[in-house]
């Protein structure tokens, strides 16, 4: 069973469109981390929140932390190619136990 | 600071045969972590250490996995004897306090014929 349900597992969307994708725990988490990954390289860290109900903001990318810290999403505004990747959220249960991954939802950007 | 490096990139191997992969974390991060990752259960933590100490390993498949961390500058992961289906890409990640982002490698490509 996984601990971080990420949905769509495949999202593949035209240059210009809005997206979000998800990421749902019927656990509490202390902390949540989005990454993405390109082909061949490990996840790099977008953001981290901590705090239930926070929004952070990347540019074009919108992050929420739900209010209970078991749920998460991402949300892409105008996306373009260069979005494209694996994108993985990370949660830490407590104290100092090591992040659990969700399996991901691969983005494709069509041109 | 040349991020987290992993040996090989790559690594084609043959059934029964040992394998052992390198990591140089962070200089300064003091928590050390072994993943493996494949399509079908995406991320799977192995082993992770804590100034140099191996702090859980519950989820080393089986006992031909081993992992050691003799320094703070250096660990390695060995699998004897290596298996088809260990055929996965194995990464290391460094971090400081847990609210920062864990820095991963590039990761090693295993692939047991």
């Known amino acids: 069973t996984q601990l971080l349900e990420q949905s769509p597992q495949f999202l593949s969307i035209q240059e210009g469109e809005n997206l979000t994708v998800y990421c749902n725990s019927s656990s509490v988490f202390s902390s949540l981390q989005w990454y993405r990954q390109e082909p061949g390289e490990g996840p790099v860290l977008l953001v981290t929140v901590v705090t239930g109900g926070e929004v952070k903001k990347l540019k074009r990318l919108t992050f929420q932390f739900g209010d209970a810290r078991k749920d998460s999403s991402l949300h892409i505004t105008a996306a373009q190619p260069g979005d494209t990747g694996l994108y993985l959220c990370?949660?830490?249960?407590?104290?100092?136990?090591?992040?659990?991954f969700g399996k991901g939802t691969r983005l494709s950007v069509i041109a | 600071d040349a991020g987290v490096i992993q040996s090989p990139r790559h690594e084609v191997t043959e059934m029964g045969q040992e394998v052992t992969l390198r990591c140089k974390p962070i200089?300064?991060?003091?928590?050390l972590f072994w993943y493996r990752q494949t399509m079908m259960r995406g991320l799977e933590l192995l082993i992770y250490f804590n100034n140099n100490v191996p702090i859980d390993d519950s989820g080393m498949p089986e006992d031909r996995f081993s992992a050691k961390m003799p320094n703070a500058s250096f660990s390695t992961l060995k699998i004897q004897p290596s298996e088809p289906r260990d055929s996965a890409v194995y990464f290391c990640?460094?971090?400081?306090?847990?609210?920062?982002?864990?820095?991963f490698g590039s990761g090693t490509r295993l692939t047991v014929v």
């Open positions: 990640a460094s971090t400081s306090p847990p609210l920062y982002g864990y820095t």
């Open positions: 200089s300064g991060h003091n928590s």
């Open positions: 990370a949660g830490v249960k407590s104290g100092n136990t090591p992040l659990v």
